[in-house]
């Protein structure tokens, strides 16, 4: 590119340059511009402050501090420098010093906007939410039109589920225009990431009726439908989009899956085999196409397949779980182990196999004395740790933690856990060795009729009573515990598994 050309005397038109510069992403040459320009006016503070920010923008922060002070130094009351060194605390994570310097640039200049948002900023990130808040109630008082500031807010009242307030917050942001879809698709992001889907369904119906065509809208709008039960809409949503752009993978797996779930196996086939298509090195996608073509190969569901299902359902398996399809397998197996063992109030050191989100570890955390919760999906684990039942848990394998443990455990409970293996031995056997003698393996598996086990069209796998309490016998375990109990509700009939409690 050739360089633009200024007379070199000329202090302004070289600020000018350098920002051109930067709007055309030449860093180096806006930095040599304006060292020119500092060189020719030394004294001028703006162009210390402005090369401090271009410094802070490439993270050379020693630099721009430099820059900064000097520039405050020609001019003490120079709020955007203030602002700029605040920016620099900021991005080094020292959030009191970031504060102290946003308020400088307000003692400086009260209506310096930038430095009120940044002081709200800072203060969240010291989790001072009811100072935030009232920072940015009076930012948004005196600027009406400072969307970011609207957006955090409602951000924030959300957090304190002040749900109306949050709503009348966006209502500001629009400011009576509804027909502004950035916004809409801004406000549908705040919802969304607050799992918020029916307020967020109302903003999405309108950005819709503004964008027919737009993937992104309708894709949200297919992935609140499902969030909210309404399985066919969601459905619709994925469709439309596969009519605008039929290799959109997000929306062929989505649909696969919706199907999945209603049993419709060949619709379910057919848009996996889509997917698949898009990425063909899936091995999750592959796996379950395999299911549901009758392949009976596998043992065991693999990884890829477990821990991106898993994660994927995080943020909503208690409630599908709980409330949809009342589940009930954990409250079973405590009562199960209670009447097997008749003990009051034990405490026990419980590892709970596939914990999830922790369903099984608040049922049985009165009867812990230390219980450790395990699963393969990271995210099932952040869930998990927000109740704050369990005293260790760990992102592995069963088998990977497992491996290595040696009689400590009184309880190992594994609630719709074994339903992603197909042979048992190999977990039997690890939970045989960490459990205490006369300790107990509680846990559910779902019904076979033949002998041994069998992979389901669903990916699932389902056990015989016979093979469970044959492979118990030979591990050394002794059956306390073995009956059908209905473990939830599908599509309005009750499901039934097995349960079993084995003592070691």
């Not at 001072?128 to 009076?138: G, K, N, V």
């Not at 097997?340 to 570890?361: M, R, V, Y």
């Not at 848990?393 to 455990?409: G, Q, R, S, T, V």
Request: glycine share 4%.
């Amino acid at each position: 590119m050739a360089h633009l050309q200024s007379h070199p005397e000329d202090v302004a038109a070289l600020d000018q340059l350098a920002f051109i510069y930067m709007q055309l992403d030449l860093f180096n040459d806006a930095k040599v511009t304006l060292e020119k320009a500092i060189a020719l006016k030394p004294d001028i503070a703006e162009l210390h402050n402005h090369l401090g920010g271009l410094l802070l923008t490439d993270e050379n922060y020693q630099e721009a501090e430099a820059y900064f002070k000097q520039a405050l130094k020609l001019k003490p009351d120079y709020a955007e420098a203030y602002n700029n060194y605040g920016l620099l605390f900021y991005k080094q994570k020292a959030f009191k010093k970031a504060e102290k310097q946003f308020r400088l640039a307000l003692e400086a200049k009260r209506d310096c906007f930038d430095a009120m948002y940044n002081l709200a900023l800072s203060l969240k990130a010291q989790d001072e939410i009811s100072e935030t808040i009232a920072c940015l109630l009076a930012l948004t008082e005196a600027d009406h039109k400072y969307i970011k500031a609207y957006l955090l807010l409602a951000d924030l009242l959300i957090e304190q589920k002040l749900f109306e307030e949050a709503d009348k917050c966006f209502q500001n942001v629009l400011n009576g225009d509804l027909n502004n879809t950035e916004i809409l698709i801004a406000i549908i992001k705040s919802w969304l990431d607050h799992k918020c889907y029916k307020e967020a369904k109302k903003y999405c119906v309108k950005a819709l009726s503004l964008r027919s065509k737009d993937i992104e809208i309708l894709y949200n709008l297919g992935v609140i439908e499902t969030f909210l039960g309404e399985k066919q809409a969601a459905i619709n949503h994925y469709h439309a989009i596969l009519q605008i752009d039929f290799h959109y993978f997000p929306a062929l797996n989505n649909l696969a899956v919706l199907y999945l779930e209603q049993q419709s196996f060949a619709a379910a086939k057919y848009y996996f085999q889509q997917a698949l298509k898009q990425k063909p090195d899936d091995k999750s996608i592959q796996y379950i196409l395999n299911a549901i073509s009758g392949d009976c190969s596998y043992e065991s569901a693999p990884r890829e397949y477990v821990e991106p299902l898993f994660d994927g359902y995080a943020d909503h398996f208690e409630q599908h779980l709980c409330e949809t399809l009342n589940y009930c397998v954990p409250e079973l197996l405590k009562q199960s182990v209670m009447e097997a063992l008749s003990i009051e109030n034990p405490q026990w050191n419980i590892l709970d196999l596939g914990c999830g989100t922790g369903l099984c570890g608040k049922v049985f955390e009165d009867f812990s004395k230390y219980l450790v919760g395990i699963d393969v999906s990271s995210k099932m684990i952040e869930v998990a740790r927000q109740d704050d039942c369990y005293n260790e848990l760990i992102a592995a394998e069963n088998l990977e933690y497992l491996i290595d443990k040696k009689e400590i455990f009184d309880l190992i409970t594994a609630a719709d856990v074994f339903v992603y293996q197909g042979n048992l031995s190999a977990i039997f056997s690890a939970c045989y060795k960490a459990l205490l003698p006369e300790s107990i393996l509680a846990f559910s598996t779902e019904i076979y009729s033949g002998k041994t086990f069998a992979m389901q069209q669903t990916g699932r796998f389902c056990h015989a009573k016979c093979y469970i309490e044959t492979l118990a016998s030979e591990i050394g375990f002794k059956v306390l515990i073995s009956k059908q109990v209905v473990a939830r509700q599908q599509q309005n009939q009750p499901i039934q598994e097995y349960l079993f409690i084995l003592q070691k």
